[in-house]
């Protein structure tokens, strides 16, 4: 009885396990299927968009045949004149562009070569008038050294006048007594 008992849990646990089986291969598929769908339908999406736009081309082509048929309706040998006529002119008008850019460009470098000229001018006044600055500091500099030296030499002959003078002074003091 123990056996049959055994052989039966055993049958019961092989089934779970079978069942649980199948249920991983029907999980697998069915991720399997969702990945597919999501790949056609992003297949789906990419051509709706390409259609989209080949919608797009279509009336683009279909507006600019029109527009072509419209021209040729309206073309005419006085349309044909009008177009030479205006042609001629958009070239003149060219010509008379590129004479004056032209012009323009002559100009500017005048203004240029001027400008350069005057540059180089005022350079050399600038460092005319930099080296006089500093020949000015330098004679000031001597004249403040020159003006302490004639002070010094003021004081000196001060003291020695005033040293001459007492002995002036001392001198008369001794020969009045």
């Known amino acids: 009885m123990a056996a049959t008992v055994n052989s039966k849990v055993d049958e019961?646990?092989?089934?779970?396990?079978?069942?649980?089986?199948?249920?991983?291969?029907?999980?697998?598929?069915?991720?399997?299927?969702?990945?597919?769908?999501?790949?056609?339908?992003?297949?789906?999406?990419?051509?709706?968009?390409?259609?989209?736009?080949?919608?797009?081309?279509?009336?683009?082509?279909?507006?600019?045949?029109?527009?072509?048929?419209?021209?040729?309706?309206?073309?005419?040998?006085?349309?044909?004149?009008?177009?030479?006529?205006?042609?001629?002119?958009?070239r003149s008008e060219n010509k008379r562009d590129k004479v004056m850019i032209e012009e323009l460009e002559t100009q500017i470098n005048d203004m240029a070569e001027t400008l350069c000229t005057k540059h180089k001018i005022l350079k050399e006044k600038l460092d005319l008038l930099e080296n006089r600055l500093v020949s000015t500091k330098d004679k000031r500099k001597n004249f403040e050294m020159l003006k302490e030296k004639l002070e010094e030499m003021g004081n000196k002959v001060q003291e020695k006048q005033t040293g001459n003078e007492k002995i002036q002074n001392y001198l008369v003091e001794v020969i009045l007594i």
Not at 32 to 50: D, T
Request: glycine share 2%; no cysteine; proline share 1%.
């Open 12 to 90: 019961i646990e092989r089934i779970f396990q079978d069942i649980a089986n199948h249920s991983q291969n029907v999980d697998k598929n069915l991720e399997i299927f969702n990945n597919e769908h999501v790949n056609h339908e992003l297949q789906l999406q990419k051509h709706k968009n390409h259609l989209a736009s080949l919608k797009t081309i279509l009336i683009r082509l279909q507006t600019q045949s029109r527009f072509l048929e419209m021209a040729k309706e309206n073309w005419s040998p006085a349309g044909d004149l009008e177009m030479t006529e205006h042609q001629s002119n958009v």
